[in-house]
């Protein structure tokens, strides 16, 4: 009952619409005195065309600017997908109607005080710690038998099977992106695909940003890398606030409505020995609207061991990383204690 009681009073959207004044620990440190909302440039962000991908007469157009789109930025739109406009706004609608509903009925999936698989609001790993300004579901997808089906929404009724048919797709549409990220780099286009394995791990975060009153020193999401082998993120189809840093600068995410934004997570950057870049970013708050996102990570088997692949390692590049299993259970630790934990696995 005390890790009940601790949610309801902790929810983001309960304290927005309350109007009550965010507690300190969502203040965001070291800013740099600036405001966080300031204008910042859009990014020209590539976008990728599956079925220009597939087909034999543009593949090698495309393969390039996937490989340009991940070594300059780590992430891109990605078009044709096979995902219908109106599939993609299903899965916003379900989304948005699970936090629409009160409280109480949020609150049957509500996650456990040490645990991060449920409903609740952002997971406290450290006293100096700053909180995001966010509500989650978070909810384990692959493999199947370790699904916690108590925590995947009855309501609204086609929920559970949108998410299942939703993220099939994508685990399709990985396989495909590690082969073509491989051949990218004239690997044998398995390589990645190996390392990733037969049993990855699939999470899902739908993201729920209330409007926040004071998004100068707020963040939604504060600056991070994900811990995946590769990201989807389904994007709010209205309201911004995903940003990137490249070269210590931020940059705005374009919103594409029919188009699913990937970035690579740390553990491609590993096995692409750094070509590959696992790019650091952040959500920004607004006064005025809510911003709903569902983002999907693709995370290898925890037993694989992820490593540089061998054609990348040369006398003029040696390997950069370290060999890793598990790496989550390694993300998790660094981020408690405030680093950046791809530093962790760096040689
Ligand atoms: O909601 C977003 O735009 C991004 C969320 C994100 O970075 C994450 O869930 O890791
Ligand atoms: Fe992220």
Request: glycine fraction near 4%; charge should be negative.
């Amino acid at each position: 009952m005390a890790a009940m009681a601790e949610l309801i009073s902790n929810s983001v959207q309960e304290m927005a619409t309350n109007g009550q004044e965010p507690p300190v620990k969502y203040f965001s440190k070291g800013n740099d005195g600036g405001v966080l909302d300031a204008p910042v440039p859009l990014i020209e962000i590539p976008v990728v065309d599956l079925g220009l991908l597939t087909s034999p007469s543009t593949s090698a157009q495309e393969l390039e600017k996937l490989k340009l789109a991940l070594s300059s930025w780590g992430c891109f739109q990605v078009i044709n997908h096979g995902m219908t406009s109106s599939f993609l706004d299903k899965i916003r609608e379900v989304s948005k109607q699970f936090f629409a509903f009160p409280m109480e009925e949020k609150q049957k999936y509500s996650r456990e005080a040490d645990s991060i698989e449920g409903y609740g609001n952002d997971m406290i790993l450290s006293d100096h710690q700053t909180v995001d300004w966010t509500d989650r579901l978070y909810l384990t997808i692959s493999p199947e038998d370790q699904r916690k089906i108590k925590f995947w929404p009855e309501n609204p009724k086609d929920f559970r099977e949108t998410l299942h048919e939703y993220t099939v797709k994508l685990q399709e549409t990985n396989d495909f992106l590690l082969r073509a990220m491989a051949r990218s780099l004239n690997l044998e286009e398995s390589c990645f695909l190996n390392q990733y394995g037969e049993q990855p791990l699939v999470t899902a975060r739908f993201n729920f940003y209330p409007p926040c009153p004071r998004p100068d020193r707020i963040l939604g999401v504060k600056p991070h890398a994900d811990a995946s082998a590769v990201t989807f993120l389904l994007q709010d189809k209205e309201v911004e606030g995903l940003q990137f840093l490249k070269d210590n600068e931020w940059f705005r995410v374009p919103i594409i409505p029919h188009a699913l934004l990937v970035n690579v997570g740390d553990q491609v950057e590993i096995m692409s020995n750094g070509i590959f870049k696992s790019p650091v970013h952040r959500v920004v708050t607004n006064t005025e609207r809510e911003r709903n996102t569902l983002a999907v990570f693709c995370i290898p088997e925890s037993d694989n061991e992820i490593k540089p692949a061998d054609q990348l390692i040369s006398e003029t590049r040696p390997s950069l990383y370290k060999k890793v299993k598990d790496y989550v259970s390694i993300y998790f630790q660094y981020y408690q204690q405030g680093k950046r934990p791809i530093e962790a696995v760096k040689i």
